[in-house]
């Protein structure tokens, strides 16, 4: 078992940090929300004053954060982490954030002698609270074996996509295929229902041909045809639109960086910001079915 520095207890973090202290780690964390970090000492962290504070003495840096300028904020300059973890730490960053932020904050860690990995997840609060996360990671293979049993912990599938930054590039392309889909399944949902389909029913005839995908199995946006899913929560709860907003204008960026050509993602992009312009930031990214909607 490790000593491990968990820094940004979101709705991600939270959860994640928590599966680190069930799995037998002991797990210092830090927020600058002192109800997270209370919530998560209730159950066995320990929470610590400072992200320095949390640091100190650990084997393992995890941090959760917005941005790529936070990540780096953190991390980097004569103040940052680099500057003052032991010389044999491992760092691995779970935020989604740009692939140039990673490889600079991982080309920062190799200068210091130090392993990082820039690992992003995807599976949502669910599988963040159940440990079923997959972890999509980018670094060596030294740095990768290292962080493995920690991912483990937290997750049922950890990939390595390759050097640093390729975590990134490999969640963004994920988001954004998950985005169009989303799209495609809320359209074609109502579609049938605005010709008198039943979407219930609707949606088991398309989960098992060839229009099946993860959204119907999984996350149906439709309210009523999922007990369980955001849909039927009043969309509250699950993966908010300003994060699937976040994660396509990081693909867009990327996309123009190497002159790729995304239609399908430059368009959910443009319904998705639609969507978040008209107060939907905070709901989950499903309740863009309400778009497809006659009002």
Known sequence: MATVAFIGLGNMGGPMALNLVKAGHTVKVFDLSQDAMHAVAEQGAIPCP???GAAAGSEVVITMLPAGKHVKGLLLGEDGLLETVASDTLIID??????????????????KG?????????????????GTLTFICGGSDTA?????????AMGANIF????????????????????????????AL??????GLDPKVLSEIMKVSSGGNWTLDKYNPCPG????????NGYQGGFMVDLMCKDLGLAMETATQSASSTPMGALATSLYRLHQGQGNGSRDFSSLFEQ???K
């Open 50 to 52: 400072s992200a320095c």
């Open 94 to 111: 779970s935020s989604t954030i740009d692939a140039g932020s990673a490889r600079e904050v991982a080309s920062a860690a190799k200068a």
């Open 114 to 130: 130090l392993d990082f990995v820039d690992a992003p997840v995807s599976g949502g609060t669910a599988g963040a609270q159940a």
């Open 144 to 152: 990768f074996e290292r962080a493995k049993p920690i991912l483990d």
């Open 160 to 187: 390595h996509a390759g050097e640093a930054g390729a975590g990134q590039v490999a969640k963004i392309c994920n988001n954004m295929l998950l985005s169009v889909l989303m799209a495609g399944t809320c359209e």
């Open 190 to 195: 109502q579609l049938g229902m605005d010709n």
């Open 225 to 232: 045809v999922m007990e369980t899913v955001p849909a039927s």
């Open 292 to 294: 497809f909607t006659k």
